[in-house]
């Protein structure tokens, strides 16, 4: 990627979209930004308890238009009147949405698990699978927990539509229509096929899932394509018209859970939580727990609190922050943070006023860092190049951009340079060395490059840290 002028095409690459702007003003989104409710509660009442007992401290294709784009007042129930089932089977299911997505993502490397677009995929689960949900991508918990149970029960498969706007749809979002597809959490599933037959609303795979759904789905669950078949009687499902080229399911009407049972919990080991802490207090604090402190977090992790939790805790911790202020000032400045400073700095990162993320452009945005590189905009320009992309540029490059800070203000170019493609990638590769101890992949570089603007620098370490390949290392690194 060059980062260059309009002459070269650099500026179309790294040209700042509304989103982007809106995030740099209001601070970049914490790791779970988008999330559920459940997660924000046992969030706080992770902190709540380390507080309480005394925590040691840390120091694509275009989505067409169907029959299931119409308002609620239009769907046609053809629900049987007999009384719901009391024995029917409870389903175990994970309650979990970074545990689903990850099971998606696992089919979906086997092959048993696709989207058309592919877009569905790389937006509305590969992020979620990571601890990162994209927003404007969130899915209902029923809609991940109807996924994983069908691919579990029929083996395979495919998707054509969930929530549209994160894929750039906004096909009947608005009136008259108002499509479920456009509701965020989405709440609504287009299939196109089960175990490896299409469906079309009438045939024989079509029927075995829309009963296999009826044993759990709530009352209200609203079913398409009644028009396309006779003879299929459901309990509680409504059943409305729709083109019989696939199978939609919403949940428009209920916000009832599904009848299903708990996953049975697969939690790790104190042994092993033991080795995860001290890996996350080597990698981001540099410094080997207490034995206090290992046991207090090993018990969280052990009674089931998420990863992506405790390692929320490190990269907002004021231990981590000081660190990082500390490096950047070394980095960028040349020179060791005064205590006042490094406390300022702080102090505006627990309050909300900047992100942890925001110490790096801050520093290189400060009046001592433009005069001691020639305290001119061409200097300055030139200093971004070797510091962030470790080239030089041409006296053209220098000249447009000198003539952009004149007319945005430094801060607005360094953000170009901060967030551009490949300075996200070579800080991305860094993180990969430091937490899993190779080279990123190239499928792995791309969609942490890609949603790098959403979740910031320290939910990317967080993301990194909370995956299995990271915990796994964590056990040979510290047996």
Not at 156 to 185: A, K
Not at 376 to 387: A, E, H
Not at 416 to 445: C, H, N, Q
Request: proline share 5%.
């Amino acid at each position: 990627m060059k980062l260059s002028h309009p002459v070269s095409g650099g500026v179309a690459r790294l040209a700042k979209t509304e989103s982007t702007t809106s995030m740099r003003t209001a601070g970049r989104r914490p790791f779970w930004a988008g999330g559920t409710t459940a997660i924000a509660v046992l969030l706080a009442s992770i902190l709540t308890l380390g507080m309480l007992a005394g925590a040691p401290a840390l120091a694509s294709a275009t989505t067409r238009a169907t029959g299931a784009d119409v308002a609620t007042s239009a769907l046609s129930p053809t629900t049987s009147t007999r009384a719901a089932r009391t024995d029917a089977p409870r389903p175990p299911v994970s309650s979990n949405p970074i545990e689903l997505a990850q099971t998606l993502v696992e089919a979906h490397d086997d092959g048993t698990f696709r989207t058309n677009p592919t877009l569905i995929f790389d937006r509305e689960i590969t992020p979620l699978a990571q601890g990162q949900a994209l927003s404007g991508c969130t899915l209902d918990l029923r809609i991940l927990q109807v996924l994983v149970l069908t691919l579990q029960n029929f083996g395979s498969l495919s998707v054509s539509d969930l929530q549209r706007p994160c894929i750039g749809s906004s096909l009947n979002c608005g009136p008259p229509t108002y499509s479920v597809h456009c509701l965020n959490p989405g709440e609504a599933i287009d299939f196109t096929s089960v175990g490896g037959n299409g469906l079309n609303g009438s045939n024989t795979a079509t029927f075995d899932l829309l009963r296999y759904l009826d044993t759990f789905v709530p009352r209200g669950t609203n079913a398409g394509q009644a028009n396309c078949r006779s003879g299929l009687s459901l309990t509680n499902i409504n059943q409305f018209s729709d083109s019989c080229n696939h199978q939609h399911v919403d949940f428009r009407n209920t916000d009832a859970a599904l009848n299903v049972s708990p996953l049975p919990p697969n939690l790790p080991s104190l042994a092993d939580s033991s080795a995860y802490v001290k890996g996350l207090y080597t990698d981001f604090l540099g410094r080997t727990p207490s034995a206090e402190e290992t046991v207090f977090w090993a018990r969280q992790l052990a009674v089931g609190s998420p990863r992506s939790i405790v390692t929320g805790g490190f990269v907002n911790s004021d231990e981590y922050r000081l660190i990082r202020i500390d490096a950047a000032y070394r980095s960028i400045l040349g020179r060791t943070a005064e205590d006042g400073g490094r406390m300022d700095w702080l102090k505006a990162m627990r309050a909300g006023y900047i992100t942890t993320d925001d110490i790096e452009t801050s520093l290189y945005d400060s009046a001592e860092y433009y005069q001691s590189h020639t305290g001119t905009d061409p200097g300055f320009v030139q200093s971004l190049y070797k510091r962030l992309l470790h080239r030089s540029t041409g006296q053209e490059d220098l000249d447009f951009w000198s003539n952009l800070i004149e007319q945005n203000g430094r801060a607005w170019v360094i953000s170009r340079f901060w967030d551009a493609p490949e300075t996200i990638g070579e800080r991305v590769s860094a993180m990969y060395k430091v937490y899993l101890g190779r080279a990123p992949d190239d499928g792995g570089l791309a969609g942490w490059v890609g949603i790098a603007l959403d979740v910031g620098d320290s939910g990317l370490r967080s993301g990194l840290t909370s995956s299995d390949e990271y915990f796994n290392r964590t056990l040979k690194r510290f047996p």
